[in-house]
């Protein structure tokens, strides 16, 4: 156990005069005055009841015990050293703190993360999911890096850097087999309301973009089976029920593309909403999310994207 006396900057300075010879060049090393130095060290000495330097001319030389203590000390600070740096790389260089939301969690993000780990295998991406709503505000308090999926309606990203991707429409799907495929498409229309539905919960700007079709669209509001951004949950009701699952399409495609899950031709919006990923500009990037986003912009580019307006 150190003995109280002996703090760590009398450890740093004793070291550093050490390497340097010199008093004046140690104290000019760590930023102190050359006083300053000569009271540390005398503090140390005083504490260890030793001689840790001989006074020269021109310097200073290690004494037996101040080569004792360095051959001791040394090895302790650059390994407190190391481990400082390797939590500061760990937490800022190699992790990144990513709010997601719902309509990239099954295709864009997988996609990034597979391309991303490639490239570089150490890098750590911490993933949260939640509201663009309750994620915004996570990224205002810097508790995230950034946050990716479709949110440029959200309010909360006012006062934060929004970069578009590509849009991506809200869409009505079904189970194989549901009543509603056998029906002429200008009937669909009307017959929607019929059937219980799977939304988006209230507070979300993929309900705000439903309920206005509501108004606009349908003669009656349907009825709600499940409010929920669950995608395994609506996923999995949807194909045991006769339920229509409202949902951004990135989130049905593989379902859609097995078969199970069957696009209704309806159109919910004109126009898909924007993908993208915020940042709060008043924080530095790491450089483990500038690679992310790097790859994430490249995986963007090429990915397969949809209009609002369908044409079975």
């Given at each position: ?9 009398h450890?740093?300075a004793?070291?550093?005069v ?15 005055t ?12 005083d504490?260890l ?11 200073v ?6 080569r ?15 481990g400082?740096?390797?939590?500061r790389?760990?937490s ?17 993000l997988?996609?990034v ?5 490639e ?5 750590r991406?911490e ?12 990224l ?43 029906t ?7 017959a ?7 939304v ?9 973009k ?22 395994p949950?609506?996923?999995r ?13 990135d989130?049905?495609?593989?379902a ?42 490249r ?8 209009t ?5």
């Open positions: 156990m150190i003995h109280s006396p002996i703090k760590l900057r450890l740093v004793f070291q550093e050490a390497r340097l010879g010199r008093l004046k060049s140690a104290a000019d090393a760590l930023s102190i050359q006083p300053g130095m000569s009271k540390t060290i005398r503090e140390l000495e504490s009841g030793v001689r840790l330097f001989e006074r020269l001319p021109r310097g030389r290690l004494t037996p015990a101040g004792t203590l360095l051959r001791h000390a040394a090895p302790a600070l650059r390994s407190l050293r190391e400082i740096d390797a939590i790389q760990d800022t260089e190699t992790a990144v703190r990513l709010g997601a939301l719902s309509n990239v969690e099954g295709g864009l997988p996609l993360l597979e391309r991303l780990h490239r570089y295998p150490a890098l991406v993933v949260d999911t939640g509201t663009s709503a309750a994620l915004l505000a996570r205002r308090l810097g508790e995230l890096d950034l946050v990716l999926g479709r949110m440029s309606e959200a309010e909360e990203i006012r006062d934060l850097h929004f970069e578009h991707l590509y849009y991506e429409p809200l869409i009505a799907v079904v189970r194989a087999g549901h009543p509603l495929l056998a002429e498409n200008t009937q669909q229309l009307a929607l309301v019929s059937y219980p539905w799977v988006p919960p209230r507070g979300t700007t993929l309900r705000e439903l309920e206005r079709f509501w108004v606009e669209q349908l003669s009656e509001p349907p009825h709600l089976a499940i409010e929920t951004l669950s995608l949950l609506s996923q009701y949807v194909g045991l029920s006769d339920a229509i699952w409202i949902t951004p399409l989130t049905a495609r593989e859609m593309q097995s078969g199970a899950l069957v696009r209704l031709s309806q159109s919910i919006e004109l126009r898909g909403g924007s993908v993208g990923l915020a940042v709060n500009s008043t924080q530095p990037m790491p450089d483990a999310v500038s690679r992310f986003c790097d790859c994430l912009r995986i963007a580019a090429d990915y397969p994207q949809e609002a307006t369908h044409n079975p």
